[in-house]
C-alpha cells in the first residue's frame, strides 16, 4: 500500500514542501531511513539527520527551517510526534496479527458468555461467574481467576495471571507476565520469632484506559481495593504493593516501586527504579527523577531527585559539591595551616 | 452471616466497651468504615479516623485512652493487629474461592499420585517423577519440572515455574510468575572475548512455611543448593541469585537482590530495593533500609542505610551532612577571605 | 559413574599432585565437600577451605603453593574454573532432563515445521508463520506469537512469552517468564491531559549465543528492532526498553534497567541493579558498579559507580569524604572560633 506525500499532508492536516507525489510504503527512524519511507523530526537532538537521511518524507513542526539543502520532500505539521503516532496506528492496524473466536483447547468455567468478536487463546483460563466485555481479546495462557471482571474491548497478553475477585476495566491493555491481585505482603510477628499470614481479602480495581508493561505486579488490598485510576500508564517490571492508589494519568517508567498504602496523585511522572515508601501521600503533578527514593509525603506539583529525594535543583548542587569535596578538604588543610603559622609567629 | 460485639470479643479474649449486642458483617479499614463494619485501630497515626469513623466497632489496644467522643462499639484486645489478622482469617475461609480435584485438559506424567482433597487445574504440567504432599493446589498453567518435590498443604499459583530437581517445602505459598531453579548466571570468559556458560548443575531448596510473591525468582545452584530457610517471606520481583541462602524467618520487602553466593541469616528485616553483594555474609537480625547498597560483610544486629551502606543514624547525618554542604562551601569561603584580609591589614 | 585422578587430569590437562588411583562420582563446593567428590579452588578467599576440605579431589592453579597439609589429592591446572566449568558441562549431560517429540496438548499453527529432534512441551503455542530452527526445545507453557523466528538449537523454557514477528537467533537459551517484543513504552500527552498509545510497529532481534535469565523483559521497536547482539548474557528481571541495542559479549547482572533508544557497547560488564538513562550511548569495555544510575553518555573503557555515576576510584574518594564530614563541620566550626578569637584579642 503506497500512499503520496499530498495525501498524507491532507490525511494529518499538514503541507508540502517539496514532491507532492513522492510516495512512501513504509516508516522508519529518521536516522535509518530509506527511499520509500516516511520519517520524522520531532526531538531537535536529531536535526542534523534530516540533511542525510534517505527517508522519502519527514514529517517536520510547521515552523521548521532547514540551515542546509534537505533531500526529503517535507510534510509540516502542527506536532510531528502526534502525527506519527497517528500513521502508527494506521500501519499497526495494517501490520498486526487478528485474533478473533475461541481456540481449543481452553477452558472457560460454565456460564461465562463471550461476545462476537471477542479472542479467547489456547490454554486461557477463565474462571467461575468472570464477567467479560464486549470484543475482548484474552491471549493464550492467560488466567482470569473466579469473580474477575474484564471490561469492553480489552486486551490480556499471554500469561497474564489475574486473581479472583479483582477488575480491570475498559479499553485497558495488560502485556504479557502481568499479575493483578496476588496477596499483599502483610504478616503479623509472632512472640515466637516467626510470621502469621494477614490473609489478604481484598482486590485490585483497575479503571478504564490503563496499561500495564510486561511483568509488572499490582498486589491485592487486605481490605478494600488497591485502586489504579484512569489513564495510567504503568511500564515493565513494577511492583505496586497492597491498598496502594495511582491517581488517573500518571505515567511510570519501569521498575519502580511503590510500598503499601502509599497513594500517589493524578498526572505524576515517575522515572525508573524509584522507590516510594509505604503509608505516604504524593501529591498531583508531581515529577520524579530515576532510581530517587522517596520516604515521606510530597506536596503536588514538585519536581524531586535523589535518595532521599530532595528538589531536583537542590540534588544537582549537592551532586556538585560532594564532587568538590577533594578541594574543600584541601582549602580547610590550608586555612588550618595558615592559623596555625599565624598564632606561631605571633 | 453476622456477629455482635459480645461474640467477637469471646473469640478474641476481648472486652466490650460499648453495646455489646451491636452486630457485623464485614471488615473495613477506619477510614472507610461503614455500619456493619468492623475496623481496627494499630498505628497510632491513624488514631483521629476513630473519632469520625462509621464502622459499628473498632478493635483497639486494651489501654487505648479516648479523648473525644466515639460513637463505635470498642472492643479491647492485646493486639489489635493480630486479632484483626485472625479475623481476616475467618473471613478469607469465608470469601475464597474453593478448588478441588483434577482440572482437563492438564499434563500429569505417568506414576505421579495426586492425593485426594488436592487440586491440580488445567493446563498444569506435572514432570517425571514428582513427589506431591497432600492436600496441594497447583493452579493452572504451574509448571512442575522433573523429579520436583512439593510438600503438604503447599499452594503454587498460576502460572509458577519450578524447574527439575528443586524442592519445595510444606506449608508454602508461591505467587503466580514466581521461577524456581533457573539457571544461575554463571559464565566463564574465553579468550576470545567471548563468555562459556558454566552449567548449572544444582537446586533450589525451599524449606517449611516460606510465601513468595509474585515474579520473584530464584536461581538453581552452581553445585550443591541455593537455600531458602524455614518461615522466610519473600515479597515480589526479587532475585536471589545462585547458592544463596537465606536464613529462617527472615523477611524482604519487594525489589531487593541478593547476588551470587551470599548468606543472609535468620531474622533479618531488608527492605524494597535492596541490593546485597555476591559472596558476603549477613548476620542475624539485620536490618537495612530501602534502597541501600550491601557491599561487604555484616555482622548481627546491626541496622543499615545507603549506598554503600552505613549504619542508619550515621546515614541520618550524612545525610543532613550533605544538604547542608552550600552553608559549609560559604563559611570556608568566609573564612579564607577573613584571613586574607588579616594578612593584608598585617 | 567414577572417575580417577589420573582420568580426569587426562581430560583437562592438568597434572596430579596426590593418589592417582583416588576416585570421585560428584563434584562439591570446597566448603561442603566429602569423600567421593570433586572441588575446586579458583578464588583466593576460599584457600583456608582448602586445608580442612573432605573432598578427595581439588582442582587448583598450577602454581598453588600449600602453606599448610592438604590431604585431598590435587590436580594442577591452568584455570581451574575453566576446567570445572568442563566437568560441570559432562555431568549436566549426565544429570539433566532429556526431552524431544511434541506433547499433547499443544497448540502448533498449521504449517509450522516441527524438526525431528525437537521438543514442543504441553500447552505451549505456535503461532501462524513461525520458523523454527532445527533441534529448538519449546517448554511447557510457552507462547511464540505469529510470524516469530527461533533459531538452531534454541532452548525456551516454560512460560516464555514472545511476541509477533521478533527474532530470536540459534544457541539461544531464554529462561521461564521471559517476555520477547511486548510494546514498548510510549504515549504522546493530548491537550486534555491523557496519554495517547504511539502504537509499536518495530520488533526484537536477538541474535545467537544470547543467554536471557527468567522474568526479564525486552520491549519491540517503535520503528526498527530492539537489538540483542550475539554472545550477550542478561540475567534475571532486567528490562531493556524499547529501541535499545545492547552490544555483542555484553554481560548485564539482575534486575538492571535500560531506558529507551539507549546503544550500550560491546564487552561491557554491568552490574546489577543499574539504571540507564534513554538516548545515550555507552561505549565498548565499560564497566558499570552495581546500582549506579548513568545519565549521560560514556566513552570506551570506563570503570564508573555511583548515582549519577562517576570514575570509581572518585565514588570511593567521595564515599570516604561524605563518611568524614561530621569531622569536617568539626573543623570548621573550630576555625571560626579561632578566628573570631583571633579578633578579639587584636
Not at 63 to 68: C, K, M, P, R
Request: aromatic residues 6%; contains cysteine; glycine residues 10%.
Amino acid at each position: 500500500m503506497q500512499f503520496t506525500a499530498a495525501q498524507i499532508a491532507s490525511m494529518t492536516g499538514g503541507t508540502v514542501d517539496g514532491d507532492p507525489l513522492v510516495t512512501v510504503s513504509t516508516i522508519a527512524k529518521i536516522e535509518e531511513g530509506h527511499p520509500g519511507a516516511i520519517s520524522f523530526l520531532a526531538n531537535p537532538k536529531y536535526t542534523h539527520h534530516i540533511y542525510t537521511t534517505k527517508s522519502s518524507i519527514v514529517l517536520v513542526k510547521k515552523d521548521f527551517v532547514a540551515e542546509q539543502p534537505v533531500s526529503a520532500t517535507l510534510i509540516r505539521v502542527e506536532n510531528p510526534y502526534e502525527t506519527v503516532a497517528q500513521l502508527l496506528e494506521m500501519a499497526s492496524k495494517m501490520m498486526e496479527p487478528k485474533h478473533s473466536g475461541i481456540e481449543q483447547p481452553s477452558f472457560i468455567s460454565e456460564g461465562v458468555e463471550v461476545s462476537e468478536g471477542s479472542y479467547i487463546g489456547a490454554f486461557a483460563y477463565i474462571g467461575r461467574n468472570v464477567k467479560l466485555g464486549n470484543n475482548v481479546k484474552i491471549f493464550p495462557q492467560a488466567y482470569i481467576g473466579d469473580n474477575a471482571q474484564i471490561g469492553d474491548n480489552t486486551i490480556i497478553y499471554p500469561g497474564v495471571k489475574i486473581y479472583h475477585n479483582c477488575k480491570v476495566g475498559a479499553n485497558c491493555i495488560l502485556h504479557a507476565g502481568v499479575v493483578i491481585g496476588a496477596d499483599g505482603f502483610g504478616f503479623a510477628p509472632t512472640e515466637d520469632g516467626h510470621y502469621h499470614k494477614i490473609p489478604q481479602i481484598g482486590n485490585v480495581v483497575i479503571e478504564d484506559n490503563v496499561e500495564i508493561g510486561a511483568n509488572t505486579t499490582i498486589d491485592r488490598a487486605t481490605m478494600g481495593s488497591t485502586i489504579i485510576r484512569k489513564g495510567v500508564k504503568l511500564d515493565n517490571l513494577i511492583q505496586i504493593a497492597h491498598n496502594c492508589e495511582v491517581g488517573s494519568d500518571t505515567v511510570m517508567a519501569a521498575q519502580g516501586g511503590v510500598a503499601g498504602s502509599a497513594k500517589i496523585g493524578s498526572h505524576c511522572m515517575i522515572g525508573g527504579q524509584v522507590g516510594v515508601a509505604g503509608h505516604i501521600a504524593i501529591g498531583n503533578n508531581v515529577q520524579i527523577g530515576a532510581q530517587s527514593g522517596i520516604p515521606r509525603s510530597i506536596p503536588d506539583n514538585q519536581t524531586l531527585m535523589g535518595y532521599p529525594a530532595v528538589d531536583a535543583r537542590q540534588f544537582m548542587r549537592q551532586a556538585v559539591n560532594v564532587k568538590n569535596l577533594d578541594t574543600l578538604y584541601r582549602r580547610v588543610n590550608q586555612l588550618e595551616k595558615l592559623l596555625a603559622e599565624k598564632s606561631e609567629n605571633k
